[in-house]
């Protein structure tokens, strides 16, 4: 028999979520304290929002953003792509792993799909649906109800 496990769901495994929201902290917490030697990201505020691993926990994919965009994002990811390898070292000092997972900075649009989906809900004719489909629901569910009673 195989020792290979297949997960029948596309999603992330238990393992990458954990070690992910242990990096998060880790890297949080090293960027809130100032502790790489490097005096331009020592100046920015930047928020870890998410990481997200490999299958293999070899590489972590970290998305951050300035707070308040004090800076550009693109000249955050750039500072911390210079001190990758002090960063990874933290991480690795942190965290029980057999391998330290190799650092990758990306944009956090978390933000930004927000408030899409905010100006999106907003939109009279999405209003229009949805009040349209909640009144479906309504019939349906009296339609189920007994006359006097309750189902």
Known sequence: MS???T???DGPHQRQLRVGELIRRTLSDVLNRAEIHDPDLNRMSITVGEVSCSTDLKVATVYVMPLMGSVPVEEAIAALARNKAELRHRVASQLTLKYAPDLRFRPDETFDRLDETRRLFADPRVIKD???SEGDAD???DADTPPG???
Do not use: I, Q
Request: a negative charge.
């Open 3 to 5: 020792n290979k496990r």
């Open 7 to 9: 997960s029948s769901g």
């Open 130 to 132: 949805l009040e349209a």
């Open 139 to 141: 019939a349906e569910d």
């Open 149 to 151: 009673g309750t189902a």
